[in-house]
């Protein structure tokens, strides 16, 4: 199966949309209900095992376990390991980088996401991570999830 390009460009919105058939969301209207949240993991993990939230403790991530606190929100970490690391999964650190994934892990890793979100009852994702361009590989391994997709850059929405 082969992965729709997203251009370097302001256009990844209509590759996102049209390709991908993934949801922005630019509004607060525009988020869904009973979704799963879910950010990227990040570099930066402080333990040798645990909860996305000790685990991975990079910026945005620190942003969104608050947002998920404040709101009272499930979600998941997408890894690139464990395909998503579930709020209350307590499981073991890894350093795998993005870049090292190739199709067939990305396509095994989106099929490992859908059957952890269809066992906690979550029909839908949204995905949090500001940087669109950043976002690429996370987006193959959503789009592979076959899961409908909702993409938010800006968090704060969830305030309004």
């Known amino acids: 199966m082969i992965v729709p390009k997203i ?3 302001k256009k990844w919105k209509e590759a996102l949309e049209e390709k991908y058939n993934f949801r922005i969301i630019e ?3 525009d988020i869904p209900d009973n979704a799963l949240w879910s950010i990227s993991c990040s570099k930066t993990k402080k333990l040798p ?3 996305p939230k000790d685990l991975y403790q990079g910026r945005y991530n620190q942003l969104f376990y608050r947002y998920m606190n404040m709101y009272s929100l499930k979600y998941g970490v997408l890894s690139d390991k464990y395909g998503i690391h579930m709020y209350d999964e307590c499981l073991d650190y890894y350093d795998i980088h ?4 190739h199709m067939e892990d ?3 890793l989106g099929k490992m996401i859908r059957q952890k979100s269809r066992k906690y009852g979550f029909k839908k994702i949204v995905f949090y991570y500001p940087s669109p361009l950043l976002s690429k590989p996370y987006f193959h391994i959503l789009w592979f999830s076959r899961v409908p997709v909702y993409y938010i850059t800006n968090i704060k929405l969830l305030d309004e």
């Open 7 to 9: 251009p370097n460009s």
């Open 27 to 29: 509004e607060a209207s």
């Open 49 to 51: 095992r645990g909860l």
């Open 98 to 101: 993005p870049g090292e994934l």
């Open 106 to 108: 990305k396509e095994k």
